[in-house]
């Protein structure tokens, strides 16, 4: 079929920040279905506690000074995450590496502070339904936060090489918005873990 | 006594309609299974009104011929505007349907869910693939206990409170009620009532692995006063044999397996991994209504139930031919 | 925000160039090479969505002589054809094929062919992710019949209630099977699901708002919305019963405070919107067909697209429907009779205006027509009687029997695999450029019709006659056996009507008549290029000025033009009014989704043994993952 031109997109940019980037819209998409699994987790949670009597299950609630130290390094990394942000949006590299590696620190510091809480929850996931589902949901997390660590640390390195281009610095971006979503995540899951075997 | 119970019975299954009892929905002999299938009527029928119309409409749709449009994107505005009307009516007509069928679901489920006060109340336990039966009473010493059968008082309202030990099995009468499932862990209840004397079969309604298939039941309706001398009957041990033949056969079946895993009330066979069979030879049934009660039948299934229920929990026990005959014999005789 | 430097360098764009020029330059940027090595890398939609395709409709083979060997069991009242652990995992087989390997998969498969073809664009958003869907989803296949053949295929349902399915009730490796095949197709269907709400949020040709997006594409966007917010249930259930099964987990233990019903609400929160996974995208089918043979724009578009999108949210609300008999509060139970019966209203609205489109239409009686037609008098028997098991105290009868066994394949087969059907002979002409024959479609369509309502009719009958589900035989005394008779005579007449799709389209493969770029004269983009399209679908992106495009501009077509061609580019748009804001490079072919496929297989077949697979697995998955995300220094990867 013959064609008819009536507009050019030369002149257009090859890359975008926000909900101008691709990734941006799929890292979204990544958001509402883990968020759903988060939710449908702390729903199975809320479930059990409802059909069980004595909650926790012949246990003590879990130790939650590892999951308060959890919930205040990750509220703290949110203004190093903004920072990233803005300097992958500014496109300022120097900015860029610099934040890169502080929130590869603060990732490496929460896996750790992971496994501190999960010795310290008082039960095994094998005790009893109280156990499984309180690993499980503490889990799910903290698969989350791995994988966004790993994320985190392979940007940090590319951000040291010669692939640096205006595209790099909307993947920056765009993992700073999912490490938002890793600890909006935590904050209602470690009420939840925490706070209802205190009920 | 006995004989002229067996003689009742026997007269109630040569007056019912079928020689197997009956298993459907729309052969309804109790007031909650009646409901029922006019629930099933009535729904039908709208559905079927509304298939035909939609139907009409399409075939219609089909078959009338509109002049050819050379370009299809030119619409005629009153055309329009009518399929909107028309279309906006039926969707109403939708709504309205849709209401009208909800509230009559729902104030039938109120009806059909409301409890009275039972003339008896009976535990039933779903297990892979049999169903124990032990029926509530007021003493211990008159408890009746019992396997894939129940019999129920006519004409008046019967509890069954539905358990699991395994899996989750569901108990169906299709003839007297809808199902209710069996749950590890929870005890359901349902109610109902039997409206004539007569022998209603029923089955395992959810898929609980091998013999599902086979994990029938019998609900036995027995007019008041013969439901209660069955009762008394049942509750009582099992009298020793007196013939020596039925001796016989109670040393083999004491001296095999069976005793691992049958109870036989008046004897030393005490266990409860299967069911219970002090008074199995009163039955109608064998295997969970698998097999109708017959000597025959006894000897097939003693000899070989991995045969006729493959996967079944119940081994098979090697029996000499000689020892057959007496076994059979003794557990026949289990009225 | 600064504008790529290479507009000023050797970036040359398609504005100027010559229709030959065009076409040579686009196809070597966009071509898939020949070799080995290059087909498996493969990143292009149309390469995936064709093995997609093909991949599914061998499930749907498979799975349907699992249904054959059943139909032939049943037959006779205590046939000795199967045993019960047979006939078991068959039936298993049968269901879990058909829901996990066959339906969703070739929705999905259409949608990742045509979507971007539909939308105007040349590849679908994250092509990478697109690949490794597919590879992850056939290794998932491979592993359930690889299993079942080796014996330790599951046998518990594709439903697997606990505690049946559970480490007591379900020794050995055949749950663990069916539940890790589950994680491989739940993440393909995720990744292929946020792959096509990105395509249509960002990639629409420039001018195609929201009143302008096909009916098919909207129902694409709506199942995969669906897909993102049930699956996630069923893969929390499954991990939920590994864990039970392998490392002493308590979920669904009643002993140690777990519950049975759990599993059975996590598993029908995602099990109802999975079957409107599958029926809507077939209503969009439905609609391309009816709109193209109608020879008339759809009427409703908007009521269409409302009641599409009020079904996806409705669907999250029915769930409780299958749980009627498990004992639940009375009152709880009857709010969920009211959803299911409510949605008959949406689902109507659809009927209502496809039928006032025929009704102002000219009908072309062409076999993509009759299976619509055959859709709906199939489709709404199975509505309907929808609406009778939605009523708690009718359920109560007809659960778990042959009543409802009729009434899912009346839904799923003539609301979902007859427009299907349909469908394969409306694009079969675009996607190999002939067109199959008319004679054999129409043999098939009047086979397949007849032969599904004898083998399904009956079962309504037998279930209210007291026949249950998922048995593998039946007494004789039961009086059951004429009709299963005469249901399995109908089961073989509908397996002959697919041997003869089959024979259609080889033949057609290959004596097909020419197709064109449009042999049925429809309005959508699809059809403005040719048959096959052309690796890079479009020469010039089109500019979008109708919801029929091709009926709006049957002279010329509005194009932009300006995108490079010698690197991948797309347009990426805004989201509501597709105003061109980007030029998206477009990933090259990559063997790292393969890769990353095998690595993540590993580590599920590896899980179901030892947990410990998990940590392991991990280092693969990373590097792979690593390795795909890697730039190149192409072009595509630097701009």
Redesign the interface.
């Known amino acids: 079929m013959k064609h008819r031109s009536v507009h050019d997109v030369s002149q257009l940019p090859t890359y975008g920040f926000g909900s101008i980037s691709p990734i941006w819209w799929g890292t979204l998409g990544f958001v509402a279905l883990e968020g759903t699994g988060f939710a449908l987790a702390a729903g199975a949670y809320l479930y059990l506690w409802q059909v069980n009597g004595q909650w926790p299950i012949a246990a003590v609630p879990p130790n939650h000074w590892p999951g308060t130290a959890m919930l205040i390094l990750l509220l703290a990394s949110l203004w190093p995450n903004a920072m990233a942000d803005r300097a992958a949006r500014d496109e300022h590299l120097g900015r860029v590496r610099l934040w890169l590696i502080v929130m590869t620190v603060l990732g490496f510091v929460a896996v750790g502070i992971r496994f501190w809480e999960f010795a310290h929850l008082n039960v095994r996931w094998d005790s009893n339904a109280y156990g499984s589902i309180t690993w499980f949901v503490l889990g799910l997390h903290a698969v989350h936060l791995i994988t966004d660590l790993g994320d985190t640390v392979v940007l940090a390195a590319l951000m040291f090489t010669r692939h640096v281009t205006g595209k790099r610095y909307s993947d920056v971006s765009d993992n700073a918005f999912y490490w938002y979503f890793v600890v909006a995540s935590w904050v209602p899951l470690y009420a939840m873990l925490y706070g209802i075997p205190r009920l | 006594m006995r004989f002229r119970l067996t003689l009742a019975a026997a007269s109630i299954l040569f007056f019912t309609r079928d020689c197997l009892a009956s298993q459907s929905t729309l052969d309804p002999q109790g007031p909650q299974a009646e409901h029922l299938a006019r629930l099933f009527w009535i729904f039908t029928g709208v559905c079927t009104f509304v298939w035909v119309a939609v139907m009409i409409v399409l075939l219609a749709a089909l078959i009338r011929r509109k002049a050819e449009r050379p370009d299809p994107l030119q619409l005629e505005p009153a055309t329009e505007r009518r399929s909107a009307a028309v279309v906006g009516g039926a969707v109403v007509a939708t709504l309205l349907t849709v209401v009208a069928l909800t509230a009559l679901s729902y104030l039938s489920q109120r009806q059909l869910f409301a409890r009275e006060k039972p003339a008896v109340t009976i535990k039933v336990t779903g297990l892979q693939w049999w169903w124990d039966v032990r029926y509530e009473t007021d003493s211990p010493d008159q408890t009746v206990t019992t396997a894939n059968e129940i019999y129920v008082p006519v004409g008046e309202p019967v509890t069954v409170k539905l358990a699991a030990n395994d899996v989750i099995h569901s108990f169906w009468v299709p003839s007297l009620f809808g199902k209710q499932d069996l749950i590890p862990g929870q005890e359901n209840e349902i109610q109902f009532k039997a409206s004539r004397p007569g022998v209603y079969r029923g089955q395992c309604a959810e898929f609980c692995g091998w013999q599902h298939a086979h994990m029938g039941l019998l609900v036995v309706a027995l007019p008041s006063p013969l439901f209660q001398q069955w009762m008394k009957l049942q509750s009582a041990p099992a009298a020793p044999p007196q013939d020596p033949i039925r001796k016989k056969g109670a040393e083999i079946f004491e001296s095999k397996a069976c005793i691992m895993c049958h109870t036989v009330r008046g004897t030393s066979a005490g266990s409860r991994v299967g069911p219970d069979l002090t008074h199995f030879g009163s039955r109608q049934s064998i295997a969970s209504a698998t097999l109708p009660m017959s000597r025959g039948n006894i000897a097939a299934w003693v000899v070989d139930p991995q045969g006729i229920k493959p996967g079944v929990n119940m081994p098979n026990v090697s029996i000499a031919p000689e020892e057959l005959d007496p076994l059979v014999s003794y557990l026949a005789g289990l009225q | 925000?600064?504008?790529?430097d290479?507009?000023a360098r050797d970036d040359l764009?398609d504005?100027h160039l010559g229709d030959a020029e065009l076409h040579a330059r686009l196809t070597r940027t966009w071509r898939t090479g020949s070799g080995w090595i290059e087909r498996l890398s493969s990143v292009d939609h149309k390469v995936v969505g064709r093995r997609y395709i093909i991949t599914a409709f061998v499930f749907l083979c498979l799975g349907g002589l699992s249904a054959v060997a059943m139909r032939l069991q049943l037959a006779r009242p205590e046939a000795k054809l199967l045993?019960?652990?047979l006939y078991?995992q068959l039936f298993t087989m049968h269901g879990t094929t058909m829901m996990f390997l066959f339906a969703v998969p070739v929705m999905e498969a259409f949608a990742v062919y045509l979507v971007p073809l539909m939308l105007g664009t040349r590849n679908i958003?994250?092509p990478r992710l697109n690949a490794f869907s597919y590879w992850v989803y056939l290794f998932g296949g491979i592993f359930l019949w690889a299993s079942f053949m080796l014996k330790i295929g599951p046998d518990?349902?594709w439903f697997a209630?606990v505690?049946?399915s559970g480490p007591?009730?379900s020794p050995g490796k055949r749950v663990d099977v069916w539940a890790q095949m589950i994680t491989f197709t739940e993440v393909s269907a995720?990744a292929v699901?946020?792959e096509i709400?990105?395509t249509v949020?960002?990639?629409r040709a420039?001018g195609m708002t929201l009143d302008r997006i096909p009916l098919f594409v909207w129902s694409m966007l709506v199942m995969s919305f669906l897909i993102?917010?049930a699956?996630?249930?069923v893969?929390?259930a499954s991990?939920?019963l590994i864990?039970?099964r392998l490392?002493?987990?308590?979920?669904f233990?009643?002993?140690?405070?777990?519950?049975?019903?759990?599993w059975q609400?996590?598993f029908w929160?995602f099990g109802h919107p999975e079957v409107y996974i599958i029926f809507i995208p077939a209503t969009g089918m439905v609609s391309s067909i009816i709109v193209a043979f109608a020879?008339?724009?759809m009427?409703?578009q908007l009521?269409l697209v409302l009641s599409l999108i009020a079904v996806g949210f409705l669907s999250f609300g029915l769930w409780v429907h299958h749980m009627f008999?498990?004992?639940l509060p009375?009152l709880g139970?009857?709010f969920f009779?009211?959803s299911s019966?409510?949605i008959?209203?949406p689902n109507?609205?659809q009927?209502?205006?496809w039928?006032?489109t025929?009704?102002?239409?000219?009908?072309v009686f062409k076999t993509p027509l009759l299976f619509v037609?055959g859709f709906?008098?199939i489709f709404?028997?199975g509505g309907?009687?929808g609406?009778?098991v939605?009523?708690?105290?009718?359920?109560?009868?007809?659960?778990?029997?042959y009543f409802v066994v009729a009434h899912f394949h009346y839904v799923l087969i003539g609301g979902a695999v007859f427009p299907l059907i349909g469908a394969v002979y409306f694009w079969f002409p675009k996607i190999t450029g002939r067109m199959m024959s008319e004679r054999l479609g129409k043999w098939n369509f009047w086979l397949a019709f007849v032969g599904f309502n004898v083998a399904f009719f009956p079962m309504h009958i037998l279930g209210?006659?007291?026949m249950?589900?998922?048995?593998?035989?039946?007494?004789p005394?039961?009086g059951w056996g004429p009709l299963n008779l005469l249901s399995s005579a109908g089961a073989l007449i509908l397996f002959i009507s697919f041997v003869l799709l089959l024979i259609n389209v080889i033949t057609s493969l290959s004596r097909g008549r020419l197709a064109g770029?449009n042999p049925w004269d429809a309005?959508t983009l699809e059809w403005?290029t040719t048959s096959p399209p052309a690796p890079y679908n479009f020469?010039?992106?089109p500019?979008v000025t109708?919801r029929?495009p091709l009926?709006?501009n049957r002279?010329?077509?509005?194009?932009?033009?300006?995108?490079s061609v010698d690197s991948r580019?797309v347009?990426?748009g805004t989201?509501t009014e597709a105003y061109?804001?980007?030029?998206?490079?477009s990933p090259e072919p990559s063997i790292w989704p393969l890769l990353a496929a095998i690595a993540v297989a590993g580590t599920f077949l590896g899980s179901i043994f030892t947990p410990w697979a998990v940590v392991w697995g991990s280092i693969p998955v990373?590097i792979t993952?690593?390795g795909w995300?890697?730039?190149k220094?192409t072009p595509e990867?630097?701009?």
């Open positions: 925000m600064t504008v790529s290479a507009t764009r504005t045993g019960p652990d078991n958003a994250f518990a349902g209630y505690p049946l007591d009730y995720l699901a946020i709400i990105v949020f960002k990639q420039p993102i917010f699956m996630p249930a893969m929390v991990t939920m864990l039970d490392v002493g987990t308590h979920f233990n009643p002993a140690e405070g777990g519950d049975s019903l759990l609400h996590l929160f020879r008339r724009p009427f409703g009521p008999t498990t004992g009375q139970a009857s009779t009211a019966m409510l008959a209203v109507g609205i009927i209502f205006c039928l006032a025929l009704w102002d239409g000219r009908p037609l709906f008098f709404v028997i309907l009687s609406v009778m939605a009523s708690v105290p009718l359920d109560a009868q007809v659960h778990d029997t209210v006659q007291g249950p589900r998922r048995v593998y035989t039946y007494l005394e039961m770029d309005g403005a020469s010039r992106i500019f109708h029929e009926w709006d002279e010329r077509l509005p194009v932009v033009t300006g995108l580019e347009v990426s989201l061109p804001e980007l030029r998206e490079s990373a993952l690593t995300f890697w730039p220094g990867d630097e701009k």
